[in-house]
C-alpha cells in the first residue's frame, strides 16, 4: 500500500495539476492508493439490454443498442432542447438533451451503433430518456470488461470540472492499467492463503470493474475484512503492549471492608449479573497488571453498587479509589449515596468539584497525601495537577462520554503504578461500536434490573391528547408523585430554545396554578448553582413538577418521579430518549413515559417513537439508532471520526466481519503479541503506518 500512497495522483493519465488540486481538495485524493481506495457507492448491471418495448417510466434505468435515425433542435431560445429518434430497429425511443446542444449535436453520428444508458421518463405519453449516456457499441471493447458499472460520489465543484462518475471511473481504469499488475499486498501471504481471500491487486480491480456480482462480492469482503482486521489488530495489540509493559497494582486479598460492608451495610441481594461483574473485576484486579474496563448497563441496573464495591477492593489492599463524575449535581449525589451506603464503616470520603472552598480544598489536598482520605468524589477537579494521592488504585469513570481521553491520561500520569480503571456507561453501546471504539477495553455488562422493578409504560400522544395529558398528571400529583416535562435544546438557537422552554411552562401553570402546585425549572442558561438548587428543590419533593430541557438527561435520581413527559419527542435521538426515560422507574411505583408530538412525523421519527414504546431494552436501542443513524451520529463517534475513516466496511452493517476479524486478529496476537516475528512483518509494517495515520480515536485511558 505504502508505494501506492507515494505515487501523486498529478502524474495519472488523464489528471494533471488541475485536477488534482480539485481532488485534493474535494475528496482528499492525492495519491493513487487515495483513488483506489475512493470506492463506488453503487452498481448498476450493465449486461441486461431492453427493447424499446419494454420499457416503461417506472424502470430506474435502462440500456438499449441501437441506432440514431435524426436529430432536431427544437423549441424557442431559453427552451430549446435537442431531441433526438433513437431505434433497435422496431421501435422509437427519444433522447433529448437541454444542455450542450452544439456539442452533442455535432458529436452524434449516423448509421452507428450506440447504447443508450440512462433513467427512462413519461413526457406527452412518449417514453425518453434525458440526458442519456451515449457511447458507440465499438468502443466498448476497448474497456475494460466490467458487467456492474460502478458509480462514484462526486461534489458539485467536481462536476463543473468534468470530473463526474463517469470520469472518476476512467482515472480508476488509468491507474489500474499503469499499475499493470504491480499492487503489492497488504495482508500476508499466510493469511489471504488460510482465510481464503482473494488479493488485493484482484480485489481492488474488481471493486471498480466487477466481472459479476459474485467476484464484487469477495472483493468487497476482502477490503472490509483488511479494513476491520487492521483496526482490531492496532487496538489489540496495544492492549497487549500495556499489559506487558506495565504494571498494575495487584489486589491480593478481599478484607474487612469489603467483607463488612458485605455482611452488614448491603441492604439487599446483588443481582447475578452485578455478582458476575464484580467476579470479573476481582479476578483482573489480582493479576498484578492495570486493568481497564468499560462497565456497561442500562440506567438503574446498579453500577454504582458495583462501582462501590469495587473502590473497597481496592482500600482492602492499601490503595486510595477515587470516583469522576460528569457534573456536579451527580458528584454531589454520589457522594451522598455512598456515604449512606459506607455508614458505620469508618471510611473517610470527600468531595472535591469547582465550588469547594478554598479552605476544605487544602486539608482534602493534605489528606490525599497522607493518605488519610480514603475515597474521593469529584468532578474535572480531580484532574488538576495539584490533586495528588498517596496511593490511587482504583479510579471509576461515571458516564465516559464526557471525559476526553486526554483527561483520562492525566489520572494515569498521577501514579507510578497506573490505577485501574472502570470507565461506566449507562449509555449502551453497541457491540460493533464498543468494539471499536473501546476495543482496547475489557467489557462488562449489567443486563438485569434489580428485582422488583415495574417496567416503565410508554406511550405516544399526539398535540390533541394534551388536556388528558394534564389531566393524568394531576392524577399523579394527587397520589403523591412527581413529574419531568422535557423540553428539547434546540441548538441552533437558543432565543427559540428558551421561548419553547416558557411557552411550556405558561401553558403547564395555567393548568396548574402556582400557589397550589409547586413548579421548577431548569434551562441550559442557568448559572450552575441556580439550577442546583432548583433541581434540590425537585428532588426533595417541595415542586412536583420539573420543566426543563435536557440538561436532567444524565445522571440525577429521584425514586419518588414516576412519571416522564417529553415534547417535540421528534427532535430527539434515541438514545437520548432513552436516557431522559431512565430517569423514572427508579423507585417502587408505577412509571410512565409520555412521548409528545406533532402530527407530521418523518419516517425515522416514527420508527424511534415506535421502538421506545415496544422495549425499554438499551441495548436493543443502541441497536436500532446505530441501523437508524448510522455509525457517524452515534454519541461518541462523532468526536472520534472513525465513521469518515472507514472506507468501506460500516460499523451497522458489518458486525459479523468485525467479529471474525477481532477473533483472528487475536490469534495472531496470541502467538506473537508484539509482532516481531519475520511472518509478521507485513502485518507489522501495516499497524506501524495505520496507527501513525489514523488510529487516534482508539486510544483510551
Ligand atoms: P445505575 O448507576 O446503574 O444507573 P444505580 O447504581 O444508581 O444504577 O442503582 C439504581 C438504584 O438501584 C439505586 O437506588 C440502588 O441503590 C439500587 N440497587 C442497586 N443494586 C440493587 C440490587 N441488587 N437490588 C435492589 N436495588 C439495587
Ligand atoms: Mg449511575
Known amino acids: ?166 470520469a472518476i471511473h476512467k482515472l480508476q481504469e488509468n491507474a489500474l492499467k499503469s499499475l499493470n499488475g504491480k499492487i503489492p499486498e497488504t495482508l500476508p501471504a499466510y493469511l489471504v492463503k488460510h482465510l481464503g481471500l482473494i488479493n488485493l491487486h ?29 483496526i482490531q ?23 474487612e471492608y469489603f467483607n463488612a460492608f458485605y455482611n452488614n451495610n448491603l441492604p439487599f441481594e446483588l443481582t447475578n449479573a452485578q455478582k458476575r461483574v464484580l467476579k470479573e473485576i476481582r479476578k483482573e484486579v489480582g493479576l498484578g497488571k492495570q486493568m481497564n474496563r468499560l462497565l456497561q448497563g442500562d440506567v438503574g441496573s446498579g453500577k454504582t453498587l458495583v462501582g462501590l464495591m469495587s473502590m473497597l477492593m481496592a482500600l ?40 469547594t472552598k478554598q479552605k476544605d480544598r487544602r486539608v482534602i489536598h493534605e ?58 456507561t449507562a449509555t449502551p453501546i453497541p457491540r460493533t461500536l464498543a468494539m471499536t471504539l473501546y476495543g482496547d477495553l475489557e467489557v462488562s455488562v449489567i443486563d438485569e434490573l434489580p428485582p422488583g422493578r415495574k417496567p416503565i409504560q410508554t406511550v405516544h400522544y399526539f398535540e ?52 397550589k402546585y409547586g413548579i421548577s425549572m431548569v434551562h441550559g442558561k442557568m448559572k450552575p448553582a441556580e439550577k442546583d438548587t432548583e433541581m434540590q428543590r425537585f428532588a426533595r419533593g417541595e415542586t412536583q413538577i420539573m420543566v426543563a430541557t435536557t440538561v436532567i438527561e444524565v445522571g440525577v435520581n429521584v425514586p419518588n418521579a414516576s412519571v416522564m413527559i417529553i415534547e417535540s419527542t421528534n427532535r430527539f435521538g434515541l438514545s437520548q430518549l432513552h436516557q431522559l426515560r431512565g430517569r423514572v422507574g427508579r423507585g417502587a411505583d408505577q412509571s410512565y413515559c409520555i412521548l409528545m408530538s406533532d402530527y407530521k412525523l418523518s419516517n425515522e421519527s416514527k420508527k424511534r417513537i415506535e421502538t421506545m414504546v415496544r422495549t425499554n431494552d438499551g441495548f436493543e436501542i443502541a441497536e436500532v439508532d446505530l441501523k437508524l443513524r448510522g455509525p457517524g451520529d452515534i454519541e461518541g463517534t462523532q468526536q472520534s471520526g472513525i465513521a469518515y475513516d472507514l472506507k468501506i466496511a460500516n460499523l451497522a452493517k458489518d458486525g459479523q466481519v468485525l467479529q471474525y476479524a477481532r477473533d483472528i486478529a487475536q490469534s495472531i496476537l496470541d502467538k506473537d503479541p508484539l509482532l516481531e516475528k519475520e511472518i509478521n512483518h507485513t502485518l507489522a509494517k501495516q499497524v506501524k503506518r495505520l496507527s501513525k495515520a489514523q488510529f487516534n480515536w482508539s486510544v483510551i485511558s
Open 316 to 355: 482492602d489492599n492499601g490503595c486510595q479509589a477515587c470516583l469522576m463524575a460528569p457534573t456536579e449535581i451527580l458528584a454531589t449525589q454520589h457522594l451522598e449515596t455512598i456515604c449512606e451506603f459506607l455508614e458505620g464503616l469508618n471510611i473517610k470520603v470527600a468531595l472535591l468539584t469547582g465550588s
Open 1 to 166: 500500500m505504502s508505494e501506492l500512497a507515494g505515487l501523486d495522483i498529478k502524474f495519472l493519465a488523464g489528471v494533471g495539476p488541475k485536477r488534482a488540486t480539485i481532488l485534493n481538495k474535494e475528496l482528499s485524493i492525492y495519491s493513487y492508493e487515495d483513488l483506489l481506495y475512493h470506492f463506488p457507492f453503487k452498481y448498476i448491471d450493465r449486461t441486461k439490454f431492453y427493447a424499446i418495448s419494454e420499457i416503461h417510466s417506472k424502470l430506474p434505468y435502462i440500456q438499449v443498442r441501437g441506432e440514431i435515425t435524426s436529430i432536431e433542435t427544437v423549441g424557442e431560445k431559453r427552451q430549446q432542447r435537442l431531441v433526438a429518434q433513437f431505434t433497435d430497429g422496431k421501435n422509437v425511443l427519444e433522447l433529448v438533451w437541454f444542455k450542450g446542444i452544439k456539442y452533442i449535436k455535432a458529436s452524434l453520428k449516423p448509421n452507428t451503433e450506440y447504447i443508450v444508458f440512462g433513467k427512462p421518463s413519461e413526457f406527452n405519453r412518449k417514453i425518453n430518456v434525458v440526458h442519456p449516456e451515449l457511447e458507440e457499441s465499438a468502443s466498448k471493447n476497448d474497456k475494460l470488461n466490467a458487467s456492474l458499472q460502478a458509480f462514484y460520489l462526486t461534489t458539485e465543484r467536481m462536476k463543473s470540472s468534468f470530473l463526474n462518475s463517469k
Open 202 to 230: 484482484d480485489a481492488l480491480f474488481q471493486i471498480h470493474f466487477p466481472e459479476n456480482s459474485e467476484v464484487l462480492k469477495k472483493a468487497q469482503y476482502r477490503l472490509k475484512f483488511e479494513e476491520l482486521f487492521y
Open 464 to 515: 390533541n391528547k394534551r388536556q388528558e395529558v394534564y389531566k393524568f398528571m394531576k392524577k399523579q400529583i394527587d397520589l403523591g408523585r412527581q413529574i419531568y416535562l422535557v423540553y428539547p435544546m434546540i441548538k441552533e438557537s437558543e432565543k427559540m430554545d428558551f421561548k419553547n422552554l416558557e411557552e411550556g411552562y405558561e401553558s403547564v401553570a395555567s393548568f396548574f396554578p402556582p400557589e
Open 367 to 424: 489528606q490525599l497525601k497522607s493518605g488519610e482520605l480514603q475515597i474521593l468524589i469529584g468532578t474535572h477537579a480531580l484532574l488538576e495537577d495539584i490533586v495528588q494521592f498517596k496511593n490511587l488504585g482504583f479510579v471509576i469513570i461515571d458516564e465516559q462520554h464526557r471525559f476526553g481521553v486526554a483527561q483520562r491520561a492525566k489520572l494515569w500520569a498521577k501514579n507510578p503504578i497506573p490505577p485501574h480503571i472502570l470507565v461506566m
Open 233 to 255: 489488530l492496532n487496538i489489540l495489540k496495544k492492549k497487549m503492549k500495556r499489559k506487558i509493559l506495565y504494571q498494575g497494582h495487584q489486589f491480593i486479598k478481599i478484607g
